[in-house]
């Protein structure tokens, strides 16, 4: 099978319809389809996590995910994360804490951070570390990047009380 197939999948809340070739990979179809540009692509092999998205509801590699394999799918990128409002907060404290550097990676630590923060409210900083450790940032270390997902662990739990 090497022409276009059908696809029908919803991302961020919408639905989408296309026709895509089979080899198309999820994050060129919603960079380059859908101008979803949050999504980024890096090592093209699963490896630094820039591509990361969320597909019924877990987190995946968009460059190792055909598009043709989301059909049917709900797809959550960067940008409907952001909009929500799902992770202003998250988002904040990156700013605050200098942990955005040249934001190539940051879509992608984010969308790891959200499902950390989803998973366990109160991560310890190595249970971070290790979450984050499929994400890649060539800029620096990651010491501010931990620290924001720590502030806001911390303020999530201080809001809930």
């Keep these: 099978m090497t022409g276009p ?5 919803d991302v961020n809340g919408e639905r989408v319809d296309a026709q895509v070739l089979p080899r ?6 919603l960079r380059e389809h ?12 699963g490896v630094c996590g820039a591509c990361t998205v969320r597909v019924n509801g877990e987190i995946v ?13 709900s797809v959550q ?4 994360v952001a909009d929500s409002g799902e992770i202003a907060d998250l988002q904040a404290a990156f700013r605050d804490r200098n942990a955005l550097q ?4 940051t879509p992608g630590m984010l969308m790891t951070a959200q499902d950390l923060l989803r998973e366990e409210p109160e991560p310890s900083r190595d249970r971070i570390r290790e979450h984050l450790s499929g994400n890649y940032c060539r800029c620096t270390g990651y010491q501010a ?3 924001a997902i ?3 662990a911390r303020l999530r739990r201080e809001r809930a009380r």
């Excluded at 990128?77 to 409907?80: D, F, L, M």
């Excluded at 040249?102 to 990676?105: K, R």
């Design 145 to 147: 990047i931990v620290d």
């Design 5 to 9: 197939i059908a696809i029908s999948l």
């Design 61 to 73: 590699r968009s460059c190792l995910t055909l598009a043709a394999q989301a059909d049917g799918s």
């Design 34 to 45: 859908l101008q979803l540009t949050g999504t980024h692509v890096g090592c093209e092999h």
């Design 77 to 80: 990128t960067i940008e409907g």
């Design 150 to 152: 720590e502030t806001t």
């Design 24 to 29: 198309l990979n999820l994050a060129d179809f």
């Design 102 to 105: 040249c934001g190539y990676c």
